[in-house]
């Protein structure tokens, strides 16, 4: 029979305290409630090792899973110092840079030949899962003529965005006169007249890096800039997988071989674009800017099985 509950004038007196077994349950339900409110959103699983900063490597995306991939791989890259100049004007890159993204080699083997006739595997590359591409914080442009005393409006903040994925992502080139990516960007430019859709490029007209450690062959009168390759290290997995990881350390990634599209959206209904392009030197062709990406740590994991570098990554993973 289901049980009649009797009201409460037909029970016993109440306690006036609880008891101690009373006191005792609720103690630990909200210590239990308040571990799990710490504990789950801080106790997510990252790899760690030589894999540290891969987390947001996109393993189960489609073009990762293809069985016909010849090899897969995650790339987390991150660059500490640099400048940036768009026609006459300089942009410091005060602030860390991180690139992350997955990477494929296809079962057409897609090869680059070098002048001195060695040859690097070319991949293509995949979106973070979880995470942007490019991870940046503003930059804060002079304004020429003008002394800068409040920020974001005697000054313009500048914040690199990408404006499409990285292509013809090569790693082996480093050392060689051939640029390890081409990466699309554009600049939001940002301060208190400007409006939030002020920009130098675009998604369909962006201004296109392609960074090299070797040496850039500008047209004239432009002079080449010569990077840096840095510190090649390269780790199997020591948990027994076939992955790997190379790694580059402290590498100088220059390039001054782009151009530069005019400043668009920039006051009301695109007002102040010719005053940007007049202060800035824009529209510039290729040469009349350039790029440095200064002390880069790059960390490049690889295998030929998407199931063995899961696998590996996370053997390595650990709580934080």
């Known amino acids: 029979m289901p049980r009649t509950e009797l009201p409460h004038s037909a029970h016993q007196p109440r306690e006036p305290y609880p008891t101690r077994r009373r006191l005792a349950a609720a103690v630990a339900g909200l210590t239990a409630a308040l571990l799990a409110a710490a504990v789950t959103p801080a106790e997510a699983a990252t790899p760690g090792g030589i894999y540290a900063g891969l987390g947001h490597c996109p393993l189960t995306a489609p073009a990762m899973q293809d069985p016909s991939d010849l090899q897969v791989g995650c790339v987390v890259a991150v660059t500490n110092a640099g400048n940036f100049t768009i026609g006459n004007t300089l942009v410091p890159l005060n602030s860390p840079i ?15 030949t070098f002048p001195d006739g060695s040859t690097a595997n070319q991949y293509t590359t995949v979106a973070p ?10 930059a804060q442009i002079a304004i020429p003529g003008i002394i800068n005393f409040l920020p974001g409006i005697t000054s313009i903040f500048a914040q690199v965005e990408p404006a499409g994925p990285i292509t013809n992502f090569t790693p082996l080139a480093t050392g060689e006169s051939y640029p390890v990516f081409k990466m699309p960007i ?19 007209s962006p ?3 392609s960074p090299t450690t070797g040496t850039t062959a500008p047209p004239a009168p432009a002079t080449p800039m010569t990077g840096n390759p840095g510190t090649l290290g390269l780790n199997s997995d020591p948990n027994g997988y076939s992955a790997f990881e190379a790694s580059f350390t402290d590498a100088k990634l220059v390039d001054n071989t782009f151009s530069v599209p005019g400043a668009s959206g920039c006051g009301l209904g695109g007002s102040l674009d010719w005053i940007i392009d007049l202060a800035m030197g824009l529209p510039a062709g290729a040469g009349k800017g350039s790029v440095t990406f200064d002390q880069t740590n790059t960390s490049l994991a690889l295998d030929t099985s998407v199931s063995d570098l899961t696998s590996a990554l996370n053997a390595s993973t650990t709580a934080h």
């Not at 991180?98 to 680059?112: E, I, N, R």
């Not at 899962?129 to 503003?138: E, F, I, K, N, V």
């Not at 430019?189 to 400007?194: D, E, Q, T, V, Y």
């Open 98 to 112: 991180t690139l992350q993204f997955g990477a494929y080699w296809d079962k057409s083997a897609p090869q680059v």
């Open 186 to 204: 554009k600049l939001h430019l940002s301060n208190l007249l400007f409006g939030d859709d002020c920009y130098i490029g675009s998604d369909s």
């Open 207 to 209: 201004i296109v890096l």
């Open 129 to 138: 899962t979880g995470a942007p591409l490019m991870t940046a914080q503003p």
